[in-house]
């Protein structure tokens, strides 16, 4: 499961970077996206090297997440084979070494590691977004946390509750957060509420990303039967 990191307490040149693990090589890569001349690649942040490396052979990372609290974390399945049976067939390479070793008598000892930074501590506001209105769900989207910012677009299509459009309407056109306008369009569209005169009032924004969105948010109404867009 690779991820972007878009947290708020780790440094910030981490910001952007997209992280995906390796469990047969016991490795998680940190890779930087540089797009040249519209052609995007991965390149790895550490040459010769990774973000995080482990001669445990029971390391076993499969997935990468963003959390609440801003910090990355990595889920390790921590077992000893991960294999196919196929792959470890009696009288096999890999049967030897697995006996060897004793790894096909370790299982059931996953665990999560927490990627924290020296900067700054986790922020630990715990999340009670079940519990809140949609209109303290629209306030999320300004958080500089991305999982606060996703987790409260989520709630609000889910909820399907038009009574905040005005004020993600709002949102998309002024916030000084050029993220949360983005979130603002992408929530109207989800509620069904992006209107033509609000999406060709962005297509001409200063903000190129504004403008960016707003023509892929519009092709919802093409869709819909809008062929003027």
């Known amino acids: 499961g690779p991820e972007i990191y878009r947290g708020h307490t780790l440094p910030t040149d981490l910001v952007g970077d997209l992280f995906f693990a390796e469990p ?4 998680v890569r940190r890779a930087k996206v540089v797009v040249t001349e519209g052609v995007t690649q991965l390149q790895n942040a550490y040459p010769r090297s990774e973000f995080i490396r482990s001669t445990d052979p029971l390391f076993r990372p499969v997935n990468v997440a963003n959390g609440p609290d801003g910090s990355l974390y990595i889920m390790d ?11 470890t067939g009696q009288g096999s390479y890999l049967r030897r070494k697995a006996q060897q070793y004793d790894l096909d ?17 986790p922020d630990l506001q715990q999340p009670r977004m079940l519990d809140e209105t949609p209109a303290q769900l629209v306030a999320h989207l300004e958080n500089p946390n991305g999982w606060w910012r996703d987790t409260a677009q989520e709630l609000l299509v889910l909820k399907q509750d038009k009574s905040v459009v005005p004020a ?17 369009i ?12 609000l999406a060709q009032q962005l297509m001409k924004d200063a903000d190129a990303q504004v403008r960016l969105q707003a023509i892929r948010a519009s092709e919802t109404l093409y869709k819909g039967g809008d062929k003027t867009l």
Do not use: C
Not at 107 to 116: D, E, H, L, S
């Open 24 to 27: 047969v090589g016991r490795i």
């Open 77 to 87: 399945m921590y077992t000893g084979i991960i294999q196919d049976a196929q792959f």
């Open 105 to 121: 008598k370790v299982a059931n000892y996953g665990r999560i590691w927490r990627v924290t930074g020296d900067a700054k501590k």
């Open 168 to 184: 993600l309407t709002t949102m998309a056109q002024s916030s000084s957060n050029p993220l949360a306008r983005l979130h603002a």
């Open 186 to 197: 992408w929530t109207l569209e989800g509620l069904g509420a992006l209107t033509k005169p």
